[in-house]
């Protein structure tokens, strides 16, 4: 990953703007990656005191320095250094320099302490050339680590790297982010929101646009609420490609940025569903072919059936702040009384993930949720109370759409 | 019932009720979660106001114990000490206490643990004090240490670890602990460090440190996050009776005529630029200007490089490294400690007169080596750059050289301090080498303005 202080950005009207490579900048960019990596693949087996002069006497302007220094930080991140001394450098140094320290003390007044004869003393007793004892002395240093591997890839996708890692570093200053995030099935907003709990970050569901794919997130850290600190910058670097796994979102970060720590805002967008990262939130309907096979079959199967009910894929998040959420696979709306059942498939993966659906429903999920869960989990329908405003309906094999019905019939009365 | 939680650093109050009310103001509505939240640094604001009201609560929030023993070997402390400890109990556990290096900081700190009896945290800067306090904690306590840090990741009721762990893993451990130390407490004002403090619920707090001033006048903060100053004695009202007696000589030297050419051509190509843009470094923003400016252009850039270079052979000279080499033969039955600004040099001086070196990249096992041979003898002299300019423990040493240095007062306070501990009747001396007609001697100026050097 890049540090912040190699962030290629400009400050203008309280934003902080990525410079973008793009026509001969990009070229540029790429002209120097494909110079490192020829030095980087000529020089494997060099110690790193002789390969950073190397990359370091590649011809850049003042204006490219940063972008020089970048393109080196995630080729060095990418090399295998280790350091492969002939010697153990502890032990020879512990043994030169007590012998050093003995012919000290020993000296008369006026004399001179001879350095020349303590290496030369040391490097007979070890069958060693004197060259052979002053290259071994400090030869654990990082600058004596020798590369075993050079980086792979193309430069071209060293630069792309290069970019995705730039929007990461300025996330490493930035205090809280609101997402707009549209997942295109149930199962990618549940990976985002595990990553977001597994980096121990807090989020608020804001109100959702009408009429808008998505979800509104705000999200930063439990202390966030006390003081404006870069503390969880670091997990909302890392929740960036849990992002671009998503089919589209646009992010806003609050930074605090520099050394004066102003406060700044930044923005970035993408998701594997957009080509070219639009300005734009994008708005892309849900796509069916995305759904997991026993959703899918289950969507096919009820509309053979004839129902009061329309279905279409769920686009929302239940949230109970302080509790938990879910997110529903598909929702059911009543064409009379408008009045709607979210289904939400948790399989047979955790029954963990159960309770915690029971938990949420009975500290006060207004939502009616039917959580269709497999036999395999051991879990009785009767856990959740008639009066409650969801229900569990546990399957063997496959989900059957008749149930389904029935039981969405019952929760919409 | 009003249930206490320690989450991520913070305190969360759910269920408060009608006891909302009672609440400090540190604690605040967080719509995320639906309860009440605070930073953890104020739970015991929180308990003593929940008491003080006999509002029933549930404490699941503090993880920490009483420890199951005191000191098992005792030390009869020195007057001031026990004033410190006196003072630090009648400011209810909360307080720093500034005593110069040498004066006995640590047994301090071993005494309040001793006195509160909870699971304690010790926060040092660097890894050579962690092993230190590891070692006067467990011979101490007789319990088992645990150690944060440096590639360990070891709790116990008597945890060490650095600074840097501590703002990292504090979000975790934060509940774990009755008591924090801050050790060269000096450090933790600041963006970062100071989450160490106030993602901690432990009550008891306690700083060390001979310096509390920082450049920044962030030592304001230190009240807030340990406490108010409970004790104060200068080096000069210590020395003789608890410090040793000591010296200080600034050695001029000369650069070679090589030398001068190279430096005057380069500090003239810097100075030129900086004239040029109308830069002013008796501004506060002078350098901050200066880096931003040598940055945009290839001028720039070679006026950096001309500063670095200019500053490199003051700082450097090679009349300096003769110097040393004369100093280190007339101490040659002495304890001496080099002091360089930078690693290079420090790694120069090790391989040219055959002396150990600890820098920030010398391993665990052999600083232990190198700073157990200086203690016994078998090494009369050692070089580093900046990892021990504070608190590591080498009671015999008793020469410090300083070839190179920055213009901070505390560091060279510091590195006074690596020399001044009470051994027998032992005069120490410091050494400070300067370029003459140098910048360097304005450095040297800046960081002597101490009444240690007056």
Known sequence: MLTADLVQARRRSGKLHLARLSGKARARAIELAEQYLAILRAQRGEVRDVVEPALAAVPTSASERKLALGLRKLLDDACSWEAAPEVDPAELRAEVFHRAAEARRALADEARFDRDAVVTEIAGARGLSVEQLERALFADLRSAFRMLAAPGGTAEQLVDRYEEAQAQAVLLRAVRVVVHVDCATAGEARALFRRLKFQRLLYRVLPRVEDEHGYDLEIDGPFAMFEASTKYGLQLALLLPALRDCRAFSLEAELRWGKEREALTFETSGGWGVAEAPASTPGAPADESLLPDEVATLLSRFRALESPFRVGLAGEVLDLPGVGLCVPDLVFEHGETQRRVYLEVLGYWSRDAVWKRVELVRAGLPQRVLFAVSARLRVSEQVLDDELPSALYVYKGTMSARVVLERLEALSR | ?454
């Not at chain 2, 290096?101 to 004090?129: E, F, S």
């Not at chain 2, 690693?343 to 157990?372: C, D, G």
């Not at chain 2, 001697?441 to 960081?447: E, F, I």
């Open chain 2, 1 to 454: 019932m009003l249930v206490l939680a320690f989450v991520g650093g913070t305190l969360e109050i759910r269920d408060a009720g009608a006891h909302a009310a009672l609440l400090p103001s540190a604690c605040q509505w967080d719509p995320r979660t639906r309860c009440h939240r605070a930073p953890a640094l104020a739970y015991a604001d929180v308990v003593r106001a929940l008491h003080a009201a006999k509002a029933p609560y549930d404490d699941r929030a503090r993880g920490y114990e009483e420890l199951p023993q005191g000191m098992r070997l005792r030390r009869e402390p020195r007057p001031y000490q026990s004033e410190a400890i006196a003072a630090w109990r009648a400011a209810r556990g909360r307080g720093v206490v500034v005593l110069p290096t040498g004066a006995g900081k640590t047994h301090v700190a071993l005494m309040a643990i001793d006195d509160k009896r909870r699971n304690a945290l010790v926060v040092t800067p660097t890894l050579d004090l962690v092993r230190q306090w590891y070692d006067a904690l467990r011979t101490t306590f007789g319990l088992p240490v645990g150690l944060v840090g440096g590639g360990e990741h070891d709790v116990r009721a008597l945890t060490v670890t650095t600074y840097d762990s501590a703002h990292l893993h504090m979000e975790h451990l934060g509940a774990r602990f009755g008591l924090l130390v801050f050790d060269e407490a000096h450090h933790l004002p600041g963006a970062s460090y100071a989450l160490a403090a106030r993602l901690s619920l432990a009550p008891f707090r306690l700083g060390l440190t001979a310096t509390p001033e920082r450049a920044d006048g962030r030592e304001s903060e230190l009240e807030e996050l340990i406490g108010p100053i409970v004790l104060r004695r200068d080096v000069t009202e210590l020395a003789g009776e608890f410090l040793a007696d000591y010296d200080v000589e600034t050695i001029g030297v000369e650069l070679t005529a090589d030398e001068r050419a190279e430096y005057d051509h380069e500090r003239a190509l810097y100075r030129g630029f900086v004239a040029r843009n109308g830069i002013r470094f008796d501004r506060p923003q002078g350098w901050g200007e200066f880096v931003m400016l040598s940055a945009r252009s290839d001028d720039g850039r070679r006026a950096m490089r001309a500063y670095q270079r200019q500053r490199e052979l003051a700082f450097g000279a090679k009349s300096k490294l003769e110097a040393l080499g004369e100093l280190l033969e007339l101490h040659r039955l002495d304890r001496a400690i080099v002091f360089t600004q930078d690693n290079a040099t420090a790694y120069r001086i090790s391989r040219r007169f055959l002396v150990p070196v600890i820098t920030h990249q010398t391993k665990v096992r052999e600083r232990s080596e190198i700073l157990e041979g200086l203690s016994q003898g078998s090494y009369g002299a050692i070089v580093t750059s900046k990892v021990l300019n504070e608190g590591v423990d080498v009671p015999e040493a008793n020469v410090a050289i300083v070839v190179s240095g920055s213009g901070s007062v505390r560091e060279h306070v510091q590195r006074l301090g690596r020399v001044l501990r009470k051994k027998g009747d032992k005069r120490a001396v410091l050494y400070e080498l300067v370029t003459e007609a140098t910048s360097e001697q304005y450095t040297s100026q800046r960081r002597r303005e101490h009444v240690a050097y007056r």
